[in-house]
């Protein structure tokens, strides 16, 4: 099964960017789309961005649409996160997640990926 790693967060003031990296191992041939999710305290899960291998499309969740660009790098097995125009609303703990589902949907719901990584924290101050 894939191993997921996640790297990039940290703190940044408002208005500020941050670049995620996910970093998977293991058996990623298998794997049909990444996305990246986020948990604030007290909050649901909530999607951010798919990719989808078979034909590179994209889909992000309404919250982050212009501001967060998601991106695969084939040759290193790596999924990013570029985040722009950071709010402090969009301090959370970021998780990145991989399935092995196919299915002709955008990949946003949180069920569809059997595999997530350790997540890592964002904090964006005001």
């Known amino acids: 099964q894939p191993q997921l790693v996640e790297s990039g967060g940290g703190l940044v003031q408002a208005g500020g960017s941050l670049r995620l990296s996910c970093a998977a191992s293991?058996?990623?041939?298998?794997?049909?789309?990444m996305g990246w999710f986020r948990q604030a305290p007290g909050k649901e899960r909530e999607f951010l961005a798919s990719?989808?291998?078979?034909?590179?499309?994209?889909y992000y969740g309404d919250s982050v649409k212009g501001r967060f660009t998601i991106a695969r790098d084939n040759a290193k097995n790596t999924v990013y996160l570029q985040m722009n125009s950071l709010k402090p609303e969009d301090t959370a703990v970021y998780y990145c997640?991989?399935?092995?589902?196919?299915?002709?949907?955008?990949?946003?719901?949180?069920?569809?990926?059997?595999?997530w990584g350790q997540g890592t924290q964002v904090t964006v101050s005001s």
């Open positions: 997640a991989a399935s092995d589902l196919y299915g002709g949907s955008t990949y946003s719901q949180s069920y569809k990926y059997g595999y």
């Open positions: 293991g058996r990623t041939f298998s794997m049909y789309a």
């Open positions: 990719v989808i291998f078979s034909h590179g499309n994209t």
